[in-house]
């Protein structure tokens, strides 16, 4: 059995595709250069729920804005990637509060807030 549960479907987005992972419970990510999380160029990636998720305008992405979606590795080094408006809306329905204030959006799980 893998450890990753697939969330997205298959190229749901044009980048990312996002997991449960069996082990934690997490919410991980995984980009084009691999099947699962565990199998990128990055390795595994949590979504990083204690950081807001910026969003910014970015000319050379397709569709100009992007949500930078807050990540951090199982040993707790932070970083974060580029999305879309989709992936912004997708983590919402996942169960995630999100409010937009001055440009951000602050990722807290639905009834922490």
Same mark, same amino acid.
């Given at each position: 059995?893998?450890r990753?549960?697939?969330?997205?479907?298959?190229?749901?987005?044009?980048?990312h595709?996002?997991?449960r992972?069996?082990?934690?419970?997490q919410l991980?990510?995984?980009?084009?250069?691999g099947?699962?999380?565990?199998?990128? $160029?990055?390795?595994?990636?949590?979504?990083?729920?204690t950081?807001?998720?910026? *969003?910014?305008? @970015?000319? /050379?992405? +397709?569709?100009?804005?992007?949500?930078?979606?807050?990540?951090?590795?199982p040993?707790?080094?932070k970083?974060?990637?580029?999305?879309? $408006?989709?992936?912004?809306?997708?983590?919402?329905?996942?169960g995630?509060?999100g *409010?937009?204030? @001055?440009? /951000?959006? +602050?990722l807290?799980?639905?009834?922490l807030?």
């Open positions: 059995m893998k990753f549960v697939n969330l997205t479907g298959w190229d749901q987005w044009q980048y595709n996002y997991f992972d069996r082990k934690t419970g991980a990510i995984a980009d084009d250069s099947q699962y999380p565990d199998e990128t $160029d990055d390795g595994i990636l949590y979504v990083d729920f950081r807001t998720m910026k *969003k910014s305008y @970015s000319p /050379s992405h +397709r569709r100009g804005w992007v949500y930078w979606i807050p990540l951090i590795t040993d707790g080094k970083c974060s990637t580029g999305g879309d $408006d989709r992936e912004a809306v997708w983590l919402k329905r996942q995630i509060a *409010k937009l204030e @001055s440009n /951000s959006i +602050r807290v799980k639905k009834g807030a």
